[in-house]
């Protein structure tokens, strides 16, 4: 086993190596051809290679070659194709590389004994040969590739796995693992006494120190309540009167194993690539399920997953998504997503209703890039290269009533994007699902708020019969990205229930410190875009018509009388920090689950000095005017519970006797009968009252029989005589 892994390792480095030297000779090998690499060692039935170059009008031929025994050499290249036991297929992947594989045609099955069929492997060593490939123009060789194949047969048991079901055990009376220290497949494990491939040769050598417990496959030893184990030394004189006898199937260890029912095996994890192809598309979109093409296949979109980009993910109904992807580019690109055609967006989707909806295409360009590009890495001597028609975002808008999808629109933003040398391109993906011309607005809960979701906002909208509505909206934190400039700073929405403090920087020079007003207006402008609301929702599910689900915002606002005077290099009274606080409290119970409502919110800023540090050697902040230094924009927002009232306050006395409460008190006595009342579920409120009134019984005997009544009645029969 160790000889196979370390011939395997050789093999999944050397393809990954394959397609390094693929990228970096495709440049030079535009005349001639060139296989890569141009030599190989095949250790499984399946070899691939590459042939680069100028490859119209070249034909493979493959044959046997055999090195000579004086000098070990092989002979020259040649043209001749020889029948061997291999079969070799040829891709085109691109203008000048063509993928070549070649297949073993023979069963790598070890030959069993006295087996007669020469399809099998007679030997471990199952094929030992050396081949070479030939690349030919006519009957001119132009390049070859040699193959050292080493392949050795595969171990199958003679009674490998067939179709039939595997029939699981009822566990209630037998594990479904019996010999969990069995280990290994048609093995004897050491000290596994319950394995059934061990011989009785075997375990004479460890019958005597077999594994216990459980994992030995002891899963049903015997209790200790049970006759069969009485002994002598540990067992007490009472015990003959108190055991057991009861089947080995009434056995509490089998209470460890889960009782299960026979269930569909799913499908484990595989480092395989998924296939997007679907074998049974639905004829009725549901919630969740994935929308299909015209063809039956997934109709994709880029989306993110596991903290990469996705090119062909599937769209899942009524599922609306944002997302953005981060590319390095180096040179223009030429393939989709970035590089797309309208007629390539505008396919044919099925609707869910048995027909069919085509995507409808707008273009829109774009020349402002600020968005989309966040950093250029330009080398001076390299020459500006323009990439036009670069898609910059697709943002589908999905149609559906019922079941069904009505129509699909799609906005593709596309621009110019100039490479010095190197772009970082952020490119948008969205996908919005409308009912009529309306977007479903989520709710935070049902009621009260659920911890996580977004803070639902609003603001004020006059309708045309003078009603108000409220417009939904969100209240923001700082995101940065990963400069962390304010410039390029998203916005993340409040969740509720969760603290949070971010911020991002600001750039600064000597000339902004010399107008504070300026600057203290520019700061506030920023920090108030976080929040345009003016009213908080009260619960997860607010109405938009009904005031009366909707607090206001207080705002905090800054005293002048804080704004100090300036000194040269300074301003003081700078809001750099936006602080919300959120008040919220419990107002009832549903289903056993709080139901929390938000009942104050308060935006305030604190305010900070900020000046120029010129220390450390680095004066050019305070000699050059236009020279900046980065000072931070902050927000947080903080949750407070507020307590629930639970009534008036309670007196000295029961403050401090505390006897009769089963809250600050070992011994609750108000409970003394509670096994007997209606309250107590642990068993059928008939066996709990005749077991009570057992126990009363057995009190009046005791008491009766007892000292107490003993002195009674001997005090009685004195006195009666």
């Given at each position: 086993?160790?000889?196979?892994?370390?011939?395997?390792?050789?093999s999944f480095y050397s393809r990954h190596f394959i397609c390094f030297l693929l990228f970096i000779s495709l440049a030079d090998t535009q005349n001639t051809v060139v296989f890569q690499p141009s030599y190989l060692t095949a250790t499984g039935p399946t070899v691939t290679t590459f042939l680069l170059g100028?490859?119209?009008?070249?034909?493979?031929?493959?044959?046997?070659?055999?090195?000579?025994?004086?000098?070990?050499?092989?002979?020259?290249?040649?043209?001749?194709?020889?029948?061997?036991?291999?079969?070799?297929?040829?891709?085109?992947v691109g203008k000048t590389a063509v993928r070549v594989q070649l297949r073993l045609d023979k069963n790598l099955r070890l030959c069993g004994d006295n087996e007669t069929d020469t399809g099998c492997c007679q030997k471990p060593l199952c094929v030992l040969e050396t081949l070479q490939v030939s690349a030919?123009?006519?009957?001119?060789?132009?390049?070859?590739?040699?193959?050292?194949?080493?392949?050795?047969?595969?171990?199958?048991?003679?009674?490998?796995?067939?179709?039939?079901?595997?029939?699981?055990?009822?566990?209630?009376?037998?594990?479904?693992?019996?010999?969990?220290?069995?280990?290994?497949?048609?093995?004897?494990?050491?000290?596994?006494?319950?394995?059934?491939?061990?011989?009785?040769?075997?375990?004479?050598?460890?019958?005597?120190?077999?594994?216990?417990?459980?994992?030995?496959?002891?899963?049903?030893?015997?209790?200790?309540?049970?006759?069969?184990?009485?002994?002598?030394?540990?067992?007490?004189?009472?015990?003959?009167?108190?055991?057991?006898?009861?089947?080995?199937?009434?056995?509490?260890?089998?209470?460890?194993?889960?009782?299960?029912?026979?269930?569909?095996?799913?499908?484990?994890?595989?480092?395989?690539?998924?296939?997007?192809?679907?074998?049974?598309?639905?004829?009725?979109?549901?919630?969740?399920?994935?929308?299909?093409?015209?063809?039956?296949?997934?109709?994709?979109?880029?989306?993110?997953?596991?903290?990469?980009?996705?090119?062909?993910?599937?769209?899942?109904?009524?599922?609306?998504?944002?997302?953005?992807?981060?590319?390095?580019?180096?040179?223009?690109?030429?393939?989709?997503?970035?590089?797309?055609?309208?007629?390539?967006?505008?396919?044919?989707?099925?609707?869910?209703?048995?027909?069919?909806?085509?995507?409808?295409?707008?273009?829109?360009?774009?020349?402002?890039?600020?968005?989309?590009?966040?950093?250029?890495?330009?080398?001076?001597?390299?020459?500006?290269?323009?990439?036009?028609?670069?898609?910059?975002?697709?943002?589908?808008?999905?149609?559906?009533?019922?079941?069904?999808?009505?129509?699909?629109?799609?906005?593709?933003?596309?621009?110019?994007?100039?490479?010095?040398?190197?772009?970082?391109?952020?490119?948008?993906?969205?996908?919005?699902?409308?009912?009529?011309?309306?977007?479903?607005?989520?709710?935070?809960?049902?009621?009260?708020?659920?911890?996580?979701?977004?803070?639902?906002?609003?603001?004020?909208?006059?309708?045309?019969?003078?009603?108000?509505?409220?417009?939904?909206?969100?209240?923001?934190?700082?995101?940065?990205?990963?400069?962390?400039?304010?410039?390029?700073?998203?916005?993340?929405?409040?969740?509720?229930?969760?603290?949070?403090?971010?911020?991002?920087?600001?750039?600064?020079?000597?000339?902004?410190?010399?107008?504070?007003?300026?600057?203290?207006?520019?700061?506030?402008?920023?920090?108030?875009?976080?929040?345009?609301?003016?009213?908080?929702?009260?619960?997860?599910?607010?109405?938009?018509?009904?005031?009366?689900?909707?607090?206001?915002?207080?705002?905090?606002?800054?005293?002048?009388?804080?704004?100090?005077?300036?000194?040269?290099?300074?301003?003081?009274?700078?809001?750099?920090?936006?602080?919300?606080?959120?008040?919220?409290?419990?107002?009832?119970?549903?289903?056993?689950?709080?139901?929390?409502?938000?009942?104050?919110?308060?935006?305030?800023?604190?305010?900070?000095?900020?000046?120029?540090?010129?220390?450390?050697?680095?004066?050019?902040?305070?000699?050059?005017?236009?020279?900046?230094?980065l000072f931070p924009l902050t927000s947080s927002v903080t949750f407070i519970d507020i307590p629930i009232n639970t009534g008036p306050p309670k007196t000295r006395f029961q403050i401090n006797f505390t006897e009769y409460d089963c809250n600050r008190n070992d011994v609750c006595w108000p409970e003394l009968?509670?096994?007997?009342?209606?309250?107590?579920?642990?068993?059928?409120?008939?066996?709990?009252?005749?077991?009570?009134?057992?126990?009363?019984?057995?009190?009046?005997?005791?008491?009766?029989?007892?000292?107490?009544?003993?002195?009674?009645?001997?005090?009685?029969?004195?006195?009666?005589?």
């Amino acid at each position: 086993m160790a000889n196979v892994v370390h011939e395997l390792l050789p093999s999944f480095y050397s393809r990954h190596f394959i397609c390094f030297l693929l990228f970096i000779s495709l440049a030079d090998t535009q005349n001639t051809v060139v296989f890569q690499p141009s030599y190989l060692t095949a250790t499984g039935p399946t070899v691939t290679t590459f042939l680069l170059g100028n490859t119209s009008d070249i034909s493979l031929n493959l044959r046997t070659v055999y090195p000579s025994n004086i000098t070990g050499s092989i002979d020259p290249q040649s043209c001749d194709a020889e029948v061997t036991q291999w079969v070799i297929t040829q891709e085109q992947v691109g203008k000048t590389a063509v993928r070549v594989q070649l297949r073993l045609d023979k069963n790598l099955r070890l030959c069993g004994d006295n087996e007669t069929d020469t399809g099998c492997c007679q030997k471990p060593l199952c094929v030992l040969e050396t081949l070479q490939v030939s690349a030919c123009v006519g009957s001119t060789a132009q390049a070859s590739l040699l193959i050292q194949a080493k392949i050795y047969a595969l171990s199958v048991p003679a009674n490998a796995g067939s179709d039939n079901k595997t029939v699981i055990p009822n566990q209630v009376y037998q594990p479904l693992g019996p010999c969990p220290c069995d280990l290994t497949l048609r093995k004897c494990d050491i000290r596994c006494c319950c394995d059934k491939d061990c011989s009785t040769e075997d375990l004479k050598l460890f019958e005597s120190h077999c594994l216990p417990g459980p994992f030995g496959g002891q899963v049903s030893p015997a209790a200790d309540y049970q006759c069969s184990v009485q002994t002598s030394e540990n067992s007490p004189d009472w015990f003959p009167f108190l055991c057991v006898n009861s089947p080995p199937e009434n056995n509490p260890y089998l209470g460890l194993f889960y009782q299960g029912y026979t269930i569909t095996p799913k499908p484990g994890p595989s480092f395989q690539s998924p296939v997007l192809s679907s074998s049974a598309p639905v004829n009725v979109y549901r919630q969740g399920s994935p929308i299909f093409t015209l063809n039956d296949q997934y109709f994709t979109i880029p989306q993110r997953a596991l903290g990469h980009c996705l090119k062909n993910a599937p769209v899942a109904f009524l599922k609306d998504f944002e997302v953005k992807c981060v590319t390095l580019l180096q040179s223009c690109p030429t393939g989709s997503p970035l590089q797309t055609l309208p007629t390539d967006l505008g396919i044919q989707v099925k609707n869910g209703q048995g027909g069919d909806v085509t995507v409808d295409v707008i273009d829109e360009v774009t020349f402002d890039l600020s968005q989309f590009i966040s950093s250029t890495y330009a080398v001076v001597s390299s020459e500006a290269q323009l990439c036009e028609n670069v898609t910059l975002a697709l943002d589908y808008k999905f149609y559906w009533k019922g079941n069904g999808i009505t129509s699909i629109n799609l906005t593709r933003t596309v621009g110019t994007v100039t490479l010095n040398d190197s772009v970082v391109l952020t490119t948008r993906y969205s996908a919005v699902f409308l009912n009529g011309e309306f977007m479903g607005e989520p709710n935070s809960g049902n009621p009260g708020y659920q911890v996580g979701r977004p803070v639902i906002a609003g603001t004020v909208d006059t309708l045309e019969n003078n009603t108000s509505s409220i417009d939904r909206t969100s209240i923001h934190l700082w995101e940065p990205m990963s400069d962390g400039l304010c410039s390029t700073a998203e916005k993340k929405p409040i969740l509720f229930g969760e603290n949070s403090t971010s911020g991002c920087l600001l750039p600064v020079n000597q000339q902004n410190l010399t107008q504070c007003n300026l600057l203290r207006e520019a700061v506030t402008s920023l920090q108030a875009a976080l929040n345009t609301a003016t009213y908080i929702a009260k619960s997860g599910n607010p109405d938009a018509l009904t005031m009366a689900d909707w607090v206001n915002i207080e705002f905090v606002t800054m005293n002048s009388s804080t704004i100090m005077e300036n000194t040269t290099g300074s301003c003081t009274a700078i809001p750099s920090h936006l602080q919300i606080h959120v008040w919220s409290l419990i107002t009832g119970m549903l289903d056993g689950k709080p139901q929390r409502e938000i009942h104050t919110v308060q935006v305030s800023y604190g305010l900070s000095t900020w000046a120029l540090v010129c220390g450390g050697g680095d004066v050019s902040p305070c000699v050059d005017p236009m020279e900046t230094q980065l000072f931070p924009l902050t927000s947080s927002v903080t949750f407070i519970d507020i307590p629930i009232n639970t009534g008036p306050p309670k007196t000295r006395f029961q403050i401090n006797f505390t006897e009769y409460d089963c809250n600050r008190n070992d011994v609750c006595w108000p409970e003394l009968a509670f096994p007997i009342t209606k309250y107590y579920t642990g068993e059928p409120y008939s066996q709990s009252l005749a077991k009570g009134l057992i126990l009363v019984f057995f009190f009046i005997t005791a008491s009766v029989l007892g000292t107490p009544w003993r002195q009674i009645r001997q005090a009685w029969n004195s006195a009666s005589s």
